[in-house]
Protein backbone atom coordinates (compact mmCIF):
# COMPACT_ATOMS: atom_id res chain seq x y z
CA UNK A 1 0.00 0.00 0.00
CA UNK A 2 1.38 3.18 -0.97
CA UNK A 3 0.65 6.39 1.30
CA UNK A 4 1.72 10.01 1.20
CA UNK A 5 2.57 12.10 4.07
CA UNK A 6 2.41 16.11 3.59
CA UNK A 7 4.00 18.08 6.25
CA UNK A 8 5.65 22.25 6.68
CA UNK A 9 2.51 23.81 5.69
CA UNK A 10 1.17 27.04 7.76
CA UNK A 11 0.92 30.86 7.62
CA UNK A 12 3.68 33.22 5.77
CA UNK A 13 4.15 37.03 5.22
CA UNK A 14 4.22 37.81 1.62
CA UNK A 15 8.30 37.68 0.54
CA UNK A 16 8.74 34.55 2.92
CA UNK A 17 9.93 30.82 2.21
CA UNK A 18 8.30 27.83 3.46
CA UNK A 19 9.24 23.84 3.10
CA UNK A 20 6.81 21.43 2.03
CA UNK A 21 7.77 17.56 2.71
CA UNK A 22 6.05 14.23 1.66
CA UNK A 23 7.10 10.93 2.67
CA UNK A 24 6.30 8.13 0.71
CA UNK A 25 5.67 5.06 1.57
CA UNK A 26 5.50 1.49 -0.44
CA UNK A 27 6.51 0.95 -3.54
CA UNK A 28 10.42 1.89 -5.21
CA UNK A 29 10.53 5.72 -4.48
CA UNK A 30 13.00 6.37 -6.85
CA UNK A 31 11.10 4.73 -9.71
CA UNK A 32 7.77 7.40 -8.93
CA UNK A 33 6.91 10.35 -11.02
CA UNK A 34 6.67 13.06 -8.20
CA UNK A 35 4.83 15.54 -8.40
CA UNK A 36 3.30 19.19 -6.32
CA UNK A 37 -0.48 20.13 -7.23
CA UNK A 38 -2.39 22.99 -5.04
CA UNK A 39 -5.75 24.07 -4.87
CA UNK A 40 -6.56 27.17 -4.49
CA UNK A 41 -10.56 28.34 -2.94
CA UNK A 42 -12.93 27.69 -5.74
CA UNK A 43 -10.11 26.97 -8.53
CA UNK A 44 -9.50 23.82 -9.66
CA UNK A 45 -6.50 21.23 -8.76
CA UNK A 46 -2.67 22.54 -10.68
CA UNK A 47 0.44 21.26 -11.35
CA UNK A 48 3.26 23.08 -9.31
CA UNK A 49 6.66 21.41 -9.78
CA UNK A 50 7.35 17.83 -10.80
CA UNK A 51 9.70 15.06 -12.14
CA UNK A 52 9.10 11.87 -13.67
CA UNK A 53 12.11 10.21 -11.98
CA UNK A 54 15.31 10.44 -9.82
CA UNK A 55 17.72 12.15 -11.88
CA UNK A 56 15.47 13.55 -14.65
CA UNK A 57 14.35 16.73 -15.04
CA UNK A 58 12.26 18.88 -13.22
CA UNK A 59 9.03 21.18 -14.52
CA UNK A 60 7.73 23.67 -13.35
CA UNK A 61 4.23 26.16 -13.55
CA UNK A 62 5.73 28.73 -15.10
CA UNK A 63 4.45 31.26 -12.40
CA UNK A 64 6.36 29.46 -9.92
CA UNK A 65 9.96 29.52 -11.69
CA UNK A 66 12.67 30.98 -10.13
CA UNK A 67 10.60 30.79 -6.84
CA UNK A 68 10.19 26.96 -6.00
CA UNK A 69 12.36 24.48 -6.41
CA UNK A 70 11.27 20.43 -6.24
CA UNK A 71 13.87 17.38 -4.88
CA UNK A 72 14.21 14.09 -3.55
CA UNK A 73 15.57 12.76 -1.28
CA UNK A 74 16.04 8.74 -1.94
CA UNK A 75 17.45 7.75 0.98
CA UNK A 76 14.61 9.38 3.22
CA UNK A 77 11.97 8.59 0.92
CA UNK A 78 11.00 12.09 1.03
CA UNK A 79 10.15 14.92 -1.87
CA UNK A 80 10.27 18.40 -0.94
CA UNK A 81 8.92 21.33 -2.31
CA UNK A 82 11.37 24.60 -1.52
CA UNK A 83 9.07 27.79 -1.85
CA UNK A 84 10.47 31.38 -1.45
CA UNK A 85 9.19 34.87 -2.33
CA UNK A 86 5.58 33.53 -1.40
CA UNK A 87 3.08 35.78 -2.84
CA UNK A 88 -0.70 35.97 -2.04
CA UNK A 89 -1.69 34.30 -4.92
CA UNK A 90 0.47 31.27 -3.86
CA UNK A 91 -1.92 30.33 -0.79
CA UNK A 92 -3.86 26.97 -1.22
CA UNK A 93 -3.95 23.50 -0.40
CA UNK A 94 -0.73 21.91 -1.69
CA UNK A 95 -0.91 17.94 -2.75
CA UNK A 96 1.90 15.61 -3.05
CA UNK A 97 1.42 13.24 -5.93
CA UNK A 98 3.30 9.59 -7.13
CA UNK A 99 2.77 7.33 -10.08
CA UNK A 100 4.38 5.44 -12.09
CA UNK A 101 4.18 4.88 -16.28
CA UNK A 102 3.87 8.54 -16.75
CA UNK A 103 4.66 9.85 -20.09
CA UNK A 104 5.85 13.51 -20.07
CA UNK A 105 3.12 15.42 -21.77
CA UNK A 106 1.33 13.86 -18.81
CA UNK A 107 3.51 15.12 -15.78
CA UNK A 108 0.96 18.03 -15.35
CA UNK A 109 -1.86 15.95 -15.62
CA UNK A 110 -3.35 15.14 -11.94
CA UNK A 111 -5.35 12.14 -13.42
CA UNK A 112 -1.65 10.67 -14.57
CA UNK A 113 -1.17 10.12 -10.62
CA UNK A 114 -2.70 7.15 -8.66
CA UNK A 115 -1.08 8.39 -5.28
CA UNK A 116 -2.02 11.21 -3.51
CA UNK A 117 -1.31 13.07 0.17
CA UNK A 118 -4.19 14.69 1.99
CA UNK A 119 -2.81 17.62 1.27
CA UNK A 120 -1.15 20.80 3.82
CA UNK A 121 -2.62 24.41 3.82
CA UNK A 122 -0.28 27.10 3.30
CA UNK A 123 -1.24 31.01 3.53
CA UNK A 124 0.40 33.83 2.59
CA UNK A 125 -1.17 37.21 3.93
CA UNK A 126 -0.41 40.63 1.96
Known amino acids: QVQLVESGGGLVEAGGSLTLSCVVS????????LAWFRQAPGKEREFVAG????????YYKDSVKGRFIISRDNAKNTVLLRMNSLMPEDRAIYYC???????????????????WGQGTQVFVSS
Open 26 to 33: GGTFSNYA
Open 51 to 58: NRRSGQNT
Open 97 to 115: AAGTGIILSNIRNPHAYAY
